[in-house]
C-alpha cells in the first residue's frame, strides 16, 4: 500500500475508487466497507484509496474550543491504521492534515478541490452517518448530486451489527474503557494491540527485577489505559505471554508521556537486545487501572502480584481451551 501526505504527489494514482472517513481502529464495520471498496475498485479498474485525516477532526475542534477533553480517545495510532488498511487490501492511503482551512472548505470546495482534482475519485463510498464540508453541512444527498455533475459514482453503506450491536469507533472505545477486552476484540475482529519501535526508557523496570519493552503512544489519550495480561508478536517466532502497563506511569512519571510498558514473563533476549525491533502486542484481559504507589519498594510489589495475577489467568485461559 503508498501512503501519501497530501495528494499534490507524482506517485498518487490518476484515478481511484475512494472511501473517506478517520477509521480509528479499522473495526468489523470499517472492514465491510473497505471490502465493499476493494470489490469495486477490481471491477472498475482502478486502485483502491482511503481518505483519512490527521489530527481527528473532532481533536481539531477540541482544540480550538479550548476544550481538549472533548476531543475523543484514540483506539489506535496511525502506524497500526495504516498497518490495518493495508491488511484489507487498500492500494493508497492519503492522509490530509485536517486544520482551519480544510475545516472551512464549503462541501463543494471539498469535492472539487479533495475529490475531483486532488483524488480524482471516479467512485466514492461513504457510511450511512456521513457529513462533508464546513459546519457538515454536506450529506450523502449533497455528494449523490455532486458526483452527478462532477462525473464520479456515490455509494453508500449502511450501518454492520454484531449481534445485534451497531459496530463504530464509538462502541469499541467504551469498550476499551471499561476493560471489556474480549468486547472490544468482537468488534475489532481481532484482539485490540499496540505496535512500535522499541525505545529506550530509563531502565527502571530492570533496577526493579522487571525488564521492559517501551512503546510510545503518541495520542495523549488511548482509548485504554491501565495493567494487562498480553501477548507480544515479533521477539520469538512464537508469541510470548506478558504483562504490561498502559498509561503515563503515575508512580515515577506522571508527565502526561503515554507509554506501553510490557514484560514479557519468558524473557528470550539479551539484556539490550529488544532495542529498535518491531513489535505488536495484543492487549487480551485488563488486570486493573493504574496506581499510585507510595514508594519504589511498594511499585516492585505491585508489578509482582501484576506479574502473578497474569500468570495465573493465562493458565486458567488454557485450561479453558
Not at 448530486?145 to 459496530?167: K, P, W
Request: net charge positive; aromatic share 6%.
Amino acid at each position: 500500500m503508498r501512503v501519501f501526505r497530501g495528494f499534490n504527489h507524482p506517485g498518487i494514482a490518476s484515478a481511484c475508487a475512494l472511501t473517506i472517513g478517520n477509521f480509528d481502529g479499522v473495526h468489523r464495520g470499517h472492514q465491510a466497507m473497505l471490502a465493499l471498496l476493494t470489490n469495486e475498485a477490481k471491477h472498475r479498474g482502478v486502485p483502491s484509496c482511503v481518505l483519512s485525516f490527521e489530527p481527528h477532526p473532532r481533536d481539531f475542534f477540541a482544540r480550538r474550543a479550548g476544550k481538549p477533553a472533548l476531543a475523543p480517545a484514540r483506539i489506535a495510532t496511525l502506524r497500526d491504521k495504516l498497518t490495518e488498511l493495508e491488511r484489507c487490501g487498500i492500494d493508497q492511503a492519503v492522509i490530509l492534515r485536517f486544520d482551519q482551512r480544510l475545516a472551512d472548505l464549503s462541501p463543494q470546495a471539498f469535492v472539487d478541490e479533495v475529490l475531483v482534482r486532488g483524488l480524482r475519485a471516479r467512485y466514492v463510498l461513504v457510511g450511512d452517518d456521513f457529513c462533508y464540508g464546513a459546519r457538515r453541512a454536506g450529506d450523502y444527498a449533497t455528494l449523490d448530486a455532486a458526483g452527478d455533475a462532477a462525473g464520479f459514482d456515490v455509494a453508500r453503506m449502511l450501518s454492520y451489527e454484531v449481534h445485534g450491536q451497531r459496530v463504530s469507533s464509538t462502541a469499541v472505545r467504551e469498550a476499551l474503557a471499561a476493560g471489556r477486552m474480549d468486547v472490544a476484540a468482537t468488534l475489532l475482529g481481532r484482539p485490540f494491540s499496540i505496535s512500535g519501535h522499541v525505545l529506550h526508557g530509563r531502565k527502571l523496570g530492570r533496577d526493579l527485577g522487571f525488564r521492559t519493552l517501551n512503546l510510545r503512544f503518541e495520542h495523549p489519550r488511548p482509548a485504554a489505559m491501565g495493567i494487562f495480561v498480553v501477548r507480544v508478536h515479533g521477539l520469538t517466532e512464537k508469541p510470548l505471554p506478558g504483562v504490561a502497563s498502559l498509561g503515563v506511569r503515575p508512580t515515577v512519571e506522571d508527565a502526561g508521556r503515554v507509554l506501553l510498558e510490557t514484560h514479557c514473563l519468558e524473557w528470550p533476549l539479551a539484556l539490550d537486545a529488544g532495542y529498535g525491533r518491531c513489535i505488536r502486542v495484543e492487549l487480551l484481559h485488563k488486570l486493573h487501572d493504574e496506581r499510585r504507589y507510595a514508594s519504589l519498594e511498594a511499585l516492585r510489589e505491585g508489578i509482582a502480584q501484576d506479574e502473578a495475577d497474569a500468570r495465573a489467568w493465562l493458565q486458567a485461559e488454557a485450561g479453558a481451551a
